[in-house]
T-cell receptor, first 114, second 110 residues
Framework: SAVISQKPSRDICQRGTSLTIQCQVD?????MFWYRQQPGQSLTLIAT?????????ESGFVIDKFPISRPNLTFSTLTVSNMSPEDSSIYLC???????????FGDGTRLSIL | GQNIDQPTEMTATEGAIVQINCTYQ??????LFWYQQHAGEAPTFLSY????GLEEKGRFSSFLSRSKGYSYLLLKELQMKDSASYLC???????????FGGGTRLMVKP
């Protein structure tokens, strides 16, 4: 399976600032996704990162708050903008090489906002 | 929409067998995944069922009944390291997305 490198692994940020999380895959993958996992909760899909076009956001998530880039088939970024304590969560990059393959996860970014 | 249900918590004894159930309601079903997630770590892939029946992989097995919207994960010869959350996730081909249940926290006791 693809090796997924996500960074930073963790960060502590000030309210009102923004942080960009990077996801690098060691092979070209068709599908890349960003998830959020709040403390004690399961995973919630934020958006599907589409190569060369705007990301597809799920209900409750908007581009202004979570801008996403995907310039090629191996790399994507998620920015958490104008952060508040409610954004404290683990953010996970996930990839699927094609629709018949399992979906795999990066190690996640643990984000705390003061 | 999609609805995925699994028990919140389960407790079992080391060496025993435990079955974690998952029921789902979805349109465009195209497969069900089970993931294991240890505290503070990312989910790791355990199994993928797209057809009815039992898939066995070592100590872990997963079963799917599409007509009943039901799956289970069976863990045999439980070890302390199996204490983790187990996430059931449904793949909806129409939306090309994976939706997760709330997860079952399994505690294995000596």
């Amino acid at each position: 399976s693809a090796v997924i490198s996500q960074k930073p692994s963790r960060d502590i940020c000030q309210r009102g600032t923004s942080l960009t999380i990077q996801c690098q895959v060691d092979s070209q993958v068709t599908m890349m996704f960003w998830y959020r996992q709040q403390p004690g909760q399961s995973l919630t899909l934020i958006a599907t990162a589409n190569q060369g076009s705007e990301a597809t956001y799920e209900s409750g998530f908007v581009i202004d708050k979570f801008p996403i880039s995907r310039p090629n088939l191996t790399f994507s970024t998620l920015t958490v903008s104008n952060m508040s304590p409610e954004d404290s969560s683990i953010y996970l990059c996930s990839v699927r090489e094609d629709s018949n393959q399992p979906q795999h996860f990066g190690d996640g970014t643990r984000l705390s906002i003061l | 929409g999609q609805n995925i249900d699994q028990p919140t918590e389960m407790t079992a004894t080391e060496g025993a067998i435990v079955q974690i159930n998952c029921t789902y309601q979805t349109s465009g079903f195209n497969g069900l995944f089970w993931y294991q997630q240890h505290a503070g770590e990312a989910p790791t892939f355990l199994s993928y069922n797209v057809l009815d029946g039992l898939e066995e992989k070592g100590r872990f097995s997963s079963f799917l009944s599409r007509s009943k919207g039901y799956s289970y994960l069976l863990l045999k010869e439980l070890q302390m390291k199996d204490s983790a959350s187990y996430l059931c996730a449904v793949f909806n081909n129409a939306g090309n997305m994976l939706t997760f249940g709330g997860g079952t926290r399994l505690m294995v006791k000596p």
